[in-house]
């Protein structure tokens, strides 16, 4: 019988030969970006393997690695620009396999000391990244989604104070949110148990961004159907198209109402590490509370997002029984090491000490260049639909996202248009050279990619569209 040593030592040379090899095949495009395959042929797929866990060991390493790899979606492919998920570093992928070995979660300080020092040594430098200043703090969760519901939890804690966790709602909350904005968000009002009416809705205008005009109408509307809108939420950006919500604009209003500000920046903060593409977040440094994945523009695995607060009291609010201490006197309260507390999460996976990790052996200015590079790829595809007879934009984009359509002379707006869209996704997904998505715009179906990889180049994206024309026939 080998040890556990013997065993980890020749897996984990067998497993990242087979996956240095899988690099260089995805990479160069030597395999279907993804072979779609419905979960019950899937399952035929794998079908000498069983179903059910055997009692002795079943198969061996190597062909378990190639089953995965040929069933995967390929994010390091070049044509690969479906949706936010991030090729990842490297780097990335082995400090994780460390991480899981070493397998000190981070509810309580003891079970993950080093875990812990480093995941607030990034929480600081991120703080420091969007403008916050020396009060600030924050921890990271499993997600943004459930980085909103937090952020939402401090934010509530906040304003109506911590009789909320006792007794329930007196009145019905509601925060302030664009039509556009993440599902989440509505979500996580509904988990607070503040119904569908919760989120508020949000005109949008050009290019998708929240138009605040709307918001002291919706601020109107919520109070109207006996709301307490407690908070607005901007989104930067939107997933669909990647807008910025004017956060000056709504930072003031929130100011003028006595509304919390929380951004979500799940995908788009990472913009603030670039020079060059920070301007449409300007004026984040003025939210209460943000939310930051790192596995989305950054680059780093799933899962990995921050929730900082301008204050950091309010990161120990959220899910504090009684809040009210923490904002005893002027002095800066020293929050526990005990990150737990802050989660919705006990146990949590060192994601910080991964991150940490990748910006210490990667270096920030790696980070800057592929930010840098996948925008300014949106605005080369941007600039090839604009100039093609046959494509039209939704909008300009000011992240690394864009939607687009075909728009053959035959076909107007409207329903036909629209299958035709899923019609061209479908057969250019089944062909293997790309994989991109869909999303629905004011009721319309539009082509959306994310370009997260930094091996797709302007190439691919010349012949994405060839490939689009060649299907439509
Ligand atoms: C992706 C995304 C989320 C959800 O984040 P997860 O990490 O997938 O849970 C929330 N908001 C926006 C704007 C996003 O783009």
Redesign the pocket.
């Known amino acids: 019988m080998t040890t556990p040593a013997e065993r980890l030592r020749d897996l984990g040379h067998r497993l990242v030969e087979r996956l240095a090899d899988h690099l260089e095949h995805a990479a160069a495009g030597e395999l279907p970006v993804l072979a779609p395959a419905d979960p019950a042929r899937l399952a035929d797929l794998l079908g000498d393997l069983p179903v059910e866990p055997p009692t002795d060991p079943g198969v061996c390493l190597d062909e378990l690695v190639d089953r995965v790899l040929e069933h995967s979606n390929h994010v390091h492919h070049p044509g690969y620009v479906g949706h936010?998920v991030s090729p990842p570093l490297p780097e990335a992928a082995v400090v994780e396999l460390m991480v899981a070995l070493l397998n000190n979660g981070m509810a309580i300080y003891e079970m993950g000391q080093l875990q812990t020092v480093t995941e607030e040594r990034l929480v600081a430098w991120l703080c420091e990244r969007v403008g916050f200043g020396a009060a600030s703090g924050g921890v990271l969760c499993h997600?943004?989604?459930?980085?909103?519901l937090t952020a939402l939890l401090a934010a509530r804690q906040a304003q109506l104070g911590g009789q909320v966790w006792s007794a329930g709602h007196g009145e019905a909350p509601a925060v302030l949110v664009s039509s556009q904005?993440?599902y989440?968000?509505a979500r996580a009002a509904g988990v607070m148990g503040w119904g569908s009416e919760g989120a508020v809705p949000v005109a949008t205008g050009a290019d998708f961004r929240m138009d605040p005009a709307d918001l002291p109408r919706a601020l109107e509307r919520a109070r109207a159907a006996g709301r307490r809108p407690i908070a607005v939420v901007a989104?930067?950006?939107?997933?669909a198209t990647g807008s910025f919500d004017p956060l000056p604009t709504i930072a003031d209003f929130a100011r003028d109402h006595g509304l919390w500000l929380h951004v979500?920046?799940?995908?788009?903060a990472s913009q603030v590490l670039s020079e060059r593409h920070r301007a449409p977040l300007a004026g984040i440094e003025r939210a209460d509370s943000i939310?930051w994945?790192l596995?989305?523009l950054a680059g780093l695995p799933?899962?990995s997002?921050a929730v900082l607060f301008r204050d950091v009291r309010h990161s120990a609010g959220a899910f504090a029984q009684d809040a009210a201490y923490l904002f005893d006197g002027d002095e800066p309260t020293e929050l526990s090491h005990d990150l737990g507390r802050r989660t919705l999460e006990c146990t949590k996976r060192a994601m910080g000490l991964v991150a940490w990790s990748c910006l210490q052996l990667v270096g920030t200015r790696a980070f800057v260049e592929r930010i840098d590079r996948q925008v300014d790829l949106a605005g080369e595809l941007h600039g090839l639909v604009v100039a093609a007879a046959d494509f039209e934009a939704a909008s300009v984009p000011a992240s690394n996202i864009l939607c687009f359509r075909h728009r053959p002379t035959s076909i107007e707006p409207g329903p036909e248009l629209d299958r035709h869209q899923a019609r061209l996704r479908r057969a250019v997904v089944d062909a293997g050279a790309y994989y991109l998505v869909q999303a629905e715009l004011d009721g319309e179906a539009w082509l959306r990619v994310s370009l997260m990889n930094p091996a797709t180049t302007r190439g691919e994206l010349e012949g994405l569209l060839g490939e689009l024309r060649r299907v439509a026939g």
Do not use: E, F, M, R
């Open positions: 936010q997600g943004g989604s459930l980085g909103n904005a993440h989440c968000i989104s930067s950006c939107t997933t979500d920046g799940a995908h788009g939310v994945d596995h989305k799933a899962l997002s």
